[in-house]
């Protein structure tokens, strides 16, 4: 029973490709095609319905972001410095010494 069913939505998946070659309108092809309009409007509709139900769309991001790791330096309880990976630790050193002498 499936494989009828989908042999019918095959059949009528094609002829609605040959439709919009076709130019014609529905009436004259299905004359030509030996069917009558209304069957081939069900057929057709049923299609575009089942193609807008089963639109998806793949979403690939670009970037990621990654929070950076990070730590807190307190300096005599009143300074915080947030240091990050990657930081130069010769200007971190003398942001410290400056603060300290600041106390």
């Known amino acids: 029973m499936q494989t009828d069913k989908t042999d019918k939505l095959t059949f009528w998946k094609r002829k609605l490709q040959e439709y919009r070659k076709s130019g014609l ?3 004259a092809f299905s004359e030509q ?3 009558t309009k209304s069957t081939m409007d069900y057929w057709f509709a049923r ?3 089942g193609q807008r139900a089963i639109e998806i ?3 690939k ?7 950076d790791p990070s730590l807190q330096v307190v300096v ?3 300074y915080r410095i947030q240091i990050h990976s990657g930081f130069d630790p010769i200007l971190l050193a003398e942001v410290v010494k400056a603060l300290k002498s600041v106390q």
């Not at 991001?61 to 929070?67: R, V």
């Open 25 to 27: 309108r529905r009436r």
């Open 33 to 35: 095609n030996g069917v």
């Open 47 to 49: 299609i575009r319905k």
């Open 57 to 59: 769309v793949e979403v």
């Open 61 to 67: 991001p670009t970037s990621i972001l990654i929070q």
């Open 76 to 78: 005599a309880d009143k």
